[in-house]
């Protein structure tokens, strides 16, 4: 493959904090240089001014295939990645049939490679099928490529069954990812309580429901000395539990998703069914409190939280329809909404989008630096465009953010050098 040099471009790289106008040398799939060296045989690639940062990690998503290609393939979620600036993407393992198997882990590693334009990284189900009972072989799953374990979309409900998976991942130096819910208070509701839900006549999940979860696993974090991982946290009081675990040392991440920190619970309106998410959207106070814990450093990462639907899951009364938006594509312009609004940094927001998330999941990935892979985003700081649902790249369509105006848009995007997006 030739060289490739990226000129004229604004270079981050949040690692280091490296935030100047530069060019950089692209060589064996490798950045060779950030002072614009030439090579002989080189192409040029002129960024006209726009920002060359990382691709972007996404610590946690889903993805339908095995057993939901017709929400989603493979395939179809790496042009999302690909639209959306990202690079690498930790998929979440409750398909069909769950990631409990080493030869399925490997399976989706396999295909993630045979996109050329996606590095998928599978969480293992930490329990058997992620019904929360019986633990999967963990050194196996491991040992297979697996980056951590959880059940995904399914709370692990059983506080034994947390504990033992806590001090298993903990022998093989890895995370549990819990989805902090508890499940006998959430039940079948479909929005948070409150007089919105009430007015609606929609079956409601109280908050707290997120933040009792979250108490006792930080006590179980405790107690086994385990790494324990809060994915899409959308409350304040949660958050608040979160902060003073951190405070006493204990190993204590979690991540948020764009839609706890840009929507609150008046987005789901007359029955909207593209918002209805899980967890549900929150009160504007809990908005806000994301929106500080990104800031103060609180939140570890900001994750898509991607959740492909069919058309017919949505098209159904709001309390039948399924829960789930998805988020590949719009993950960076809604992060760069909070940069517009003063809230974060450039370079803060792009740590949460990269080297942070790729320092949780063990990775060299996410930044920007000689010898590291040339896995890149190009993107307009200021380029406006609104989502549409329907016209997004990739497969499903059921964007929370459907009609959304953004500045902030992915010029291109380059996998080991190889340039894989161009809009």
Known sequence: MKPILITNARLLDPASGLDTTGSLLIQDGRIASLKGAPAEGADTFDAAGACLSPGLVDMRASIGEPGGEHRETIASAAQAAAAGG?????????????????ALVEFVIRRGEATGSLTLLP??????RCEGKDLSEFGLLREAGAVGFSDGSHAIANARTMRL??????NFGAMVVQHPEEPSLAGNGAATEGELATRLGLPAIPAAAEAILVARDIALARLTSG????????TAAALDLIRAAKAEGLKVTCDTAPPYFDLNETAIGDYRTYAKLSPPLRRDEDRLAVVAALADGTIDAIASDHQPRDADDKRLPFAQAEAGGVGLATLLGITLARVHGEDLKLLEALALLTHKPAKLLGLEAGRLAEGAPADLCLFWLDRGWQVKAGALAGKAQNSPFDGRALEGKVMATFKAGRRVFAA
């Open 227 to 234: 790494h324990v991982h809060f994915g899409h946290v959308s």
């Open 86 to 102: 990202i690079t690498t993407v930790a998929v979440l393992p409750d398909t069909q049939p769950a990631l409990d198997d080493p």
């Open 165 to 170: 998976a806590l001090s298993y991942a903990r």
């Open 123 to 128: 969480f293992a189900a930490a329990t058997k």
